[in-house]
């Protein structure tokens, strides 16, 4: 059974920084691909950063430059370094891989 539990999230202000860490288990991790999503208020779950097995990475428009994902396959962990955050930045993050969903964790970006 995969499982993926997501912490690091939190209230922030405007241009601050937080990392995003998830860690799997019960998959064999190293071999798939794992994307981090978020959902606001109102709004679709949006795909945000997507790093491949082979560590190839795609980023939603609206965070490249800001936002960074990695992924440590000794540990099972991904993360996700959000930098320059912004008021719409705001929502719950998920990661997920090989089919299965983290729980999430809230961004609050606000001043």
């Known amino acids: 059974q995969v499982q993926l539990a997501e912490s690091g999230g939190g209230l922030v202000q405007p241009g601050g920084s937080l990392r995003l860490s998830c860690a799997a288990s019960g998959i064999m991790f190293s071999i798939n691909r794992v994307a981090w999503y978020r959902q606001a208020p109102g709004k679709e779950r949006e795909a945000v950063a997507i790093i491949s097995a082979l560590g190839n990475i795609n980023y939603v428009d609206s965070v490249k430059g800001r936002f960074t994902i990695s992924r440590d396959n000794a540990k099972n962990m991904v993360y996700l370094q959000m930098n320059s955050l912004k008021p719409e930045d705001t929502a719950v993050y998920y990661c997920?891989?090989?089919?299965?969903w983290g729980q999430g964790t809230q961004v609050t970006v606000s001043s």
């Open positions: 997920s891989t090989g089919g299965a």
